[in-house]
């Protein structure tokens, strides 16, 4: 067996190993790879794009994910359980960025839901969310005044939509706007899914002094059928997706700032 194949073979076998491995444990780290293979981080990284271009895995900044279902769209229901280790590692990279006092638009989205969960118990925050399960996660939160704007319960997306909603987040002001990112792509901005959501946050994001957007790796370079806005507006774009990524690439050759988290 000459040099060139036992080297293939052996890249085969750390393909079909990182693919157990997958399954197994539901995430690999690019660095626990490296050690187990005894192999180069380039190497690893050749391995881990290869993989996600043949469709075996999703790339994610310091390691990969199994390939499941498209991550954009869908019902709450649908939504809530999908990505939950992206969510989670967004959302700890995000909290670090709210200070205390500051009052927050918090959008709807299944995100947004799990980081009122974790907002700082000792802070004080004004929050105004047009997400019905985030609201009931502040109740407990003593230190934080929350606005529900009102308007139209939309029960697929469970967000309050509609004129009510839009003239009160627009006769408001706030320091940080957490968007819920339905799917951002650098030619076709942030877009969403549903025509009713899409003022919400268009107001929301007129209102904000800082644009701050949390999307995990299937929403990158997505487009859904209703514009919000150019993606050039948003402040900071927070993302588990690789820098390699093509489509976060050529949203950061528009000039907006990116921050690439890794899982823990």
Known sequence: MSGHAREEWLADERRGRIRELLALQGKVRAQHLVQLFGVSEDTIRRDLTDMAEQGLLRRVHGGALPLTAASVGGSWQERVGRDAAEKQALVAAVL?????????????????????????RALPFTV?????????????????????????????????????????VEAMYADVCLLGVCA?????????????????KQAMLRRAERRLALVSTGKLGARLPWQVADVGVITRLFTTADETEPALQAIGRLGVPVSCVEMG
């Open 96 to 120: 670090r960025e709210l200070r205390g006092g500051e009052r927050i638009f918090l959008d709807s989205g299944t995100t947004n839901a799990l980081l009122a969960r974790q907002l700082p």
């Open 184 to 200: 951002v792509s650098a030619d076709g901005g942030l877009t969403c899914e549903e025509f009713d959501e899409m003022a919400v």
């Open 128 to 168: 105004v969310t047009t997400s019905p399960e985030a609201a009931l996660a502040l109740c407990d939160h003593e230190r934080c005044d929350v606005i529900v704007p009102g308007g139209r319960l939309h029960r697929r997306t469970a967000s309050f939509c509609g004129a009510e909603a839009v003239r009160m």
